[in-house]
């Protein structure tokens, strides 16, 4: 029997090319130290609290547990992140959360929800690659402003919403911003300015989706108030259970007015998102020490983050810089103007250490001068090693420059 050659395929154009990246990227180097890996330390994960809570999960709610509604698992999660979110001075019902299969699931939903090809997001640059390639493929217009120490420049945003409004141009159908220890810049938004993009959507008429994906991993201080607390009509807040639980649960949420809700609650289809990891995570947090588990974290990812600050001013002293995050997983490094970190991607890689150069994170081409490394998933040893080994690529780039070799 002749084979048959079936003839290329067109698949949709939409689907943008990227190169792998973080987990991604990390995975493709086995023996490479990953400071690329913005994944939680395996050791927060509270293994033996989430096998008793799986058991108790059959064991108590029998088959409803396994059903596609599931059983009471459902309903108390949902109650959970409403009582949680006060502490973010999010004052809401169960019926404005719903329980998403981690949060780039929501991300996904709301850009399905929200936007027509050709309707346009605005975003910070630098911002998170997982977000933009949802919003290309949603194909949107995207539009990016800079950030500093505080965050966004809502100011520039301000600006730029006013020419917009004035010469008929159109105004975004959604800003996204991570306000809580951003990734990649690891900066957290300022209360002023918070205030200020919470009034601008409503006086022009755009939702803000923010991305808070870390705020519970705050090493210091009290959180800010969220931007959903100054707009709820205009703001779809996100987060997580990947950072404080472990991210193999698949469960992230969206809160928002309940007219929104169910607009993103269509695209499940009347299913709901993995409903035994929420039947499990729902008996996890009926009796277990939540607050000591997540210090216990923190103080892992502090002492992290201060092992790479040391290691950062120890290998590469005042040739970067750079803000200590105050949460987080990430630091974002700045080299001078005519660096290229995307130059020595591969060197590390070969010596032993995998970094995301900073053109990456931007939606225009720029970026050259950034590195984002990442403290959460090593243990300490691993991240002075890793610095060590980027430093020594930065510096052999730097000398092969200098001798025209790059």
Known sequence: MTAIIPEDFSFAQRLPALPPLGAAQAASQANSIPLSFGAPHSDTFPYEALKEAAVEAILSQGRNALQYAGAGGPSSLLQWVANRSARRSIHVDASHVLLTYGSQQAIDYVARALLNPGDHVWLEAPTYFGAVSTFRTAEAVLTSFPIDADGLLVDEVEQALEQAAKNGRPIPKFIYVMPNFHNPGGVTLSLERRKQLAALAYQYNFFILEDDAYTELSFEGDPLPSLYSFAPLRVIHLSTFSKIVAPGIRLGWAIAAPDVIARINVFFQGSKASVFSQEIVAQLLQSFPFEEHLERS???????????????????????????????????????????????????????????????????PEGHRHARLSFSYCNEEDIVRGVELFAKAYYTYIKNNKNGLA
């Open 298 to 364: 923190i103080s892992l990812y502090r002492n992290n983050r201060d092992a790479m600050v040391a290691a950062l001013a120890h290998y590469l002293g005042d040739d970067v810089s750079y803000n200590v995050p105050k949460g987080g997983f990430f630091i974002w490094l700045t080299f001078p103007e005519h660096i290229d970190t995307s130059k020595f991607v591969a060197d590390a890689n070969a010596s032993g250490v995998s970094f995301i150069d900073g053109k990456q994170f931007f939606v225009r």
